[in-house]
C-alpha cells in the first residue's frame, strides 16, 4: 500500500506518525504536500518520507489519497484534483463538515471516504468515526490507516460524522478549556503552576482510564466519590447551580450545528 497526504499540518503528520509508528508503511511509500515549505521540509527530516512538489504529483501511483486541509481550502483542491484520480484510488478526507456527496461532486470521483479523528491521534490515543461510499471494496485498508491514529468507528449513516465533529472532534478544546481552569484555580489556591498542571492532568487521565477499565457509568463513579455533605458534593452543588450541563451541552450543539454549516461548501 502507498499514501499521498495533502496538508502537512496537524493531523496530516499525525496521519504520518501513526502510520509509520504502527510500521504500516515505510517513509518512502508516503508522499506528503504542503504548500507551507517548512512543514515539508520538517517532515522530510524528521520522518523521512517523500515530499511531492504539488498535489498532482503527490498522488500519483498512490493507493489512498488523504485530504488533511482546511474546509476554506477543499474547493480549490478538488477543482485540482478533479479527473486526475485513478479510478481505483480511495479519497479519505478529514475536512470537517464536508459531505461525502460535495466529495463525489467535486473530485468527480466515487471511492470516498469522510472521517473525523481528533487531536489526540497525535500520540495514536485518537478517535475516528468514518463513513464510505459503497465503491470502497477495501475497507479494511482504510480501517487500518484510521487505526494508526487510535480507535476507530465505522458507521453506515453520514448524519454521525457531524455529530462526532461535534463531540469528539471538537471535544479535546472543550476538555482542554476545563483543564485550564482546574490548573488556574488551583495556582489560585496557592498550588505551584507545575505542580497543579501534573495534579490535574493525572487527574483527568486517570479518571477517564476508571471509567474505560470499569465499564461503570460515569454517575456511578461520581456517586462513589461524592460523600454526604462532603467537598465534592459542594462542589457539585456549585457546578449544577452553574448550569455547567448546560453549557456544555450548548457548546456541542453548537459545534454541530456549525459543521452542518460547514458541510454547505460546494465542489
Not at 504536500?33 to 520522518?47: G, H, I, K, N
Not at 479510478?87 to 473525523?116: C, F, N, P, Y
Not at 454521525?160 to 488556574?184: N, Q, R
Not at 482510564?209 to 463513579?221: A, S, W
Request: charged content about 20%; hydrophobic content about 45%.
Amino acid at each position: 500500500m502507498s499514501i499521498a497526504i495533502i496538508g502537512g499540518g496537524v493531523m496530516g503528520s499525525a496521519f504520518v506518525q501513526g502510520i509509520l509508528r504502527q510500521g504500516l508503511l515505510s517513509p518512502k511509500e508516503i508522499q506528503v504536500y504542503d504548500p507551507v515549505a517548512s512543514r515539508c521540509t520538517f517532515l522530510r527530516q524528521e520522518y523521512g518520507v517523500t515530499i511531492a512538489p504539488s498535489n498532482l504529483k503527490a498522488i500519483e501511483g498512490v493507493e489512498v489519497v488523504v485530504l488533511a486541509i482546511k474546509p476554506q481550502n477543499l474547493a480549490e483542491v478538488m477543482a485540482e484534483l478533479r479527473g486526475r484520480l485513478d479510478s481505483e484510488q480511495v479519497v479519505l478526507s478529514i475536512v470537517a463538515g464536508a459531505r461525502v456527496e460535495t466529495l463525489r461532486s467535486g473530485l468527480g470521483h466515487d471511492k470516498v471516504v469522510r472521517a473525523m479523528p481528533n487531536t489526540p491521534g497525535q500520540i495514536g490515543q485518537g478517535i475516528t468515526m468514518w463513513t464510505a461510499t459503497d465503491k470502497v471494496t477495501n475497507g479494511e485498508k482504510v480501517g487500518a490507516i484510521l487505526g494508526a491514529l487510535g480507535q476507530e468507528i465505522f458507521v453506515d449513516d453520514e448524519k454521525y460524522l457531524d455529530m462526532a465533529t461535534a463531540v469528539s472532534g471538537s471535544g479535546p478544546a472543550f476538555v482542554l478549556l476545563v483543564m485550564e481552569a482546574f490548573i488556574d484555580t488551583a495556582v489560585h489556591l496557592g498550588i505551584p503552576r507545575d505542580m497543579a498542571t501534573q495534579m490535574v492532568v493525572e487527574t483527568f487521565v486517570g479518571t477517564g482510564r476508571l471509567v474505560q477499565q470499569t465499564g461503570r457509568h460515569p454517575v456511578e463513579l461520581r456517586n462513589m466519590v461524592t460523600t454526604p455533605g462532603g467537598t465534592a458534593a459542594e462542589g457539585l452543588y456549585q457546578l449544577e447551580s452553574g448550569g455547567l450541563r448546560a453549557i456544555i451541552g450548548r457548546a456541542i450543539v453548537a459545534a454541530y450545528e456549525k459543521s452542518k454549516g460547514l458541510g454547505e461548501i460546494k465542489g
